[in-house]
């Protein structure tokens, strides 16, 4: 079974001509990452990546967790790998400098968080979580919270976890029921029960700092009664030192299809007493202090989808070019060849390959827009990249997860028989990818957010403008012609139309008829992910043009990203008036359907 090979000359595209790494650098803050800087990070992060946790990947699927009393034991490795992880700075890339961080732009932790999740996505759970409760720390912890754990969590010295689900609540968090009780010292008690919690109990770190949502005595119901409290798993004493073992303990791991390696807890919340846990930020506001982890991690989700992209993808290019099986229908000689020669495996792989492409493209751009939204010196510049990114959120999760498993399924279909049994790994991306559909809120939690807090809400503004840059970049492909860039234009801007006529039906539909509008909200979210990453394959198209008409000596390259658009163009972005017909003539057969009252 090959390894994973971090794909940096495409992630080195996609960060210089569509995320515009160049103007990032000069942002305040920003300065000194040049695209020197860069280069050398990815290189090293592409070694520890392939060297280090791929190797570890399907191992740590076969040998999977334990749990012998409260405690977990990870696989064989992975304690080495994370600590070599943290000493190596990894951890700490987005992190402010003041918390030991490197404070690295949002877009290139972005790249390297890509090159964890595709060389071992089971590993890779932990520091995503910890970087979410780290966010959360920063902006709402108070000044004694973030003194006494974020250095060590951005170190990796300690990990972090976020506790939502439970037994009773789902996505429903308004019917969250661990209550926190006050004490005397403004500590809390805490007492329940959470499940699905991913790292909530292992053995690569000696205290793993927990983010509970909690109950207090008089909190109203609701969604608006919920508080959020940090839960070390070991009190720390005041000189920083671990103490007591606090009252919070794992009680069994779940059996899973996928991400073996990752260990996935229900933990138990004050058996012996009461955990001691500390509030963050304002009581009964913890559900808005948890979104800010929630929209971190919601977009980490979507580069999961991304990455097994990539990961299903390579296997399936190695596995065909190995693979003897069957003749080239060209080809009169009667030799037998590898499979890649079929023609219907090579429109496998170029859906694999152009689908992964628009997808990395698409989240590369939205990592950029949280740079210049949190960084850029003008106001305007800043509201517009953060409406932007607010936009795009619940497409790069929810589209790019979605596609993230059609194409490790594409990658078994590469393998044929052989794809099915364990041993060629084709079989675990597809196991590994089937939970991110649902990490984080499921795609119709992310379309429901799409069509109504991002459409509905402004009337199609911050939309309206997304499609009016389509359209110029449909109108240059146009002009610049061609079988290549005629076709990508063309069905571009047959793209904008479709989404414009969806997002037109939406804000017709979804005052008076919610239930219609809703029942059509994911085919709507396809649509929107298909027609940007569509966007984004032209972008790219374009700038490989300039560049091969400026005389590049990565001509072969240029032209493949060239072909590969017209590619997308003609198999994908071609689906789009489909999808749009479905968005708008099939809600309301759906809700006749009579489903809800068998």
């Keep these: 079974m090959s390894e994973y090979v971090a794909p940096i000359k ?3 595209f996609a960060l210089r001509e569509l995320a515009g790494l160049d103007d990032l650098a000069a942002l305040p803050g920003c300065e000194d990452v040049s695209p020197d800087l860069v280069d050398a990070i990815l290189e090293e992060a592409a070694k520890f990546a392939g060297g280090m946790l791929s190797p570890l990947n399907q191992t740590g699927d076969r040998e999977g967790c334990r749990l012998v009393g409260n405690e977990v034991t990870t696989p064989s490795g992975w304690k080495e790998a994370y600590l070599q992880f943290a000493e ?10 003041e918390h030991g961080g490197q404070g690295l732009p949002t877009v290139v932790s972005t790249v390297l968080n890509e090159m964890w999740k595709a060389a071992n996505l089971a590993f890779s759970l932990c520091p995503m979580l910890t970087n979410g409760a780290i966010e959360a720390l920063v902006l709402r912890g108070s000044d004694a919270l973030k003194h006494t754990f974020l250095d060590r969590m951005v170190s990796g010295e300690w990990t ?41 109990e292992h053995d690569l770190t000696p205290n793993i700092v927990h983010l509970v949502l909690a109950r207090l005595p008089d909190a109203p119901e609701g969604v608006k009664g919920i508080s959020l409290f940090v839960v070390p798993k070991f009190l720390v ?40 846990g500390y509030l963050v930020g304002q009581a009964n506001h913890g559900l808005a202090i948890m979104f800010i982890m929630m929209n971190a991690a919601r977009f980490a989700v979507g580069l999961e989808g991304v990455a097994i992209a990539e990961r299903a993808w390579q296997r399936a290019l190695a596995f065909a070019k190995e693979r003897v099986q069957g003749y080239d229908p060209a080809d009169k000689s009667g030799t037998r060849v590898p499979i890649i020669r079929h023609p219907d495996v090579q429109r496998m792989l170029m859906l694999m390959k152009s689908q992964t ?32 990114v607010d936009l795009m959120i619940p497409v790069v999760k929810g589209w790019c997860t979605e596609t993230g498993i059609e194409v490790a399924s594409l990658g078994v279909q590469v393998h044929g028989g052989m794809g099915y049994i364990e041993e060629t790994g084709a079989a675990q991306y597809l196991r590994d990818a089937r939970i991110t559909t649902i990490y984080e809120g499921t795609t119709a939690i ?50 904008a139309n479709a989404l414009t ?32 990453g569509g966007w984004q394959m032209a972008r790219a198209a374009l700038a490989a043009h300039r560049r091969v008409g400026a005389g590049a000596n990565d001509k072969d390259f240029l032209e493949a990203k060239i072909n ?11 689906q789009a008036d489909g999808i749009a017909h479905c968005v708008i003539n099939g809600a309301a057969v759906t809700l006749a359907s009579g489903l809800a009252d068998t």
């Design 160 to 200: 972090g976890t976020m506790n939502l689900t439970e037994p009773q609540a789902g996505s429903d968090l308004s019917a969250v029921r661990t209550r926190a009780e006050p004490q005397a010292d403004d500590t809390y008690r805490i007492f329940g029960q959470k499940i699905f919690i991913t790292y909530g």
């Design 357 to 388: 492409e628009a997808m990395r493209a698409l989240a590369y751009v939205v990592a950029a827009a949280t740079d210049r939204a949190e960084r850029h010196p003008d106001e305007l510049t800043r509201t517009r990249a953060q409406g932007f």
């Design 501 to 532: 006529s969806s997002v037109v039906w939406l804000l017709r539909t979804f005052p008076e008829l919610p239930g219609e509008a809703y029942a059509s909200s994911v085919p709507l979210l396809r649509l929107a992910g298909i027609v940007f």
């Design 446 to 495: 992310q379309a429901n957010d799409f069509i109504g807090r991002k459409i509905a809400r402004d009337k199609g503004a911050a939309i309206g403008l997304v499609l009016a840059e389509m359209r110029e970049t449909a109108a240059t492909c146009t002009v610049i012609g061609g079988e290549n860039f005629g076709r990508i234009g063309a069905s571009l801007n047959a793209g």
């Design 10 to 12: 495409d992630m080195q």
């Design 88 to 97: 190596s700075g990894w951890t700490a890339v987005a992190a402010e400098a």
């Design 564 to 574: 590969t658009a017209r590619f997308y163009a003609d198999h994908v972005l071609s």
């Design 237 to 276: 004493n005041a000189d920083g030192s671990l103490g007591l073992r606090n009252d919070v303990r794992c009680v069994s791991l779940e059996h899973k299809l996928g991400i073996h390696g990752s260990p996935t807890c229900v933990m138990a919340y004050g058996d012996e007493g009461g955990a001691v």
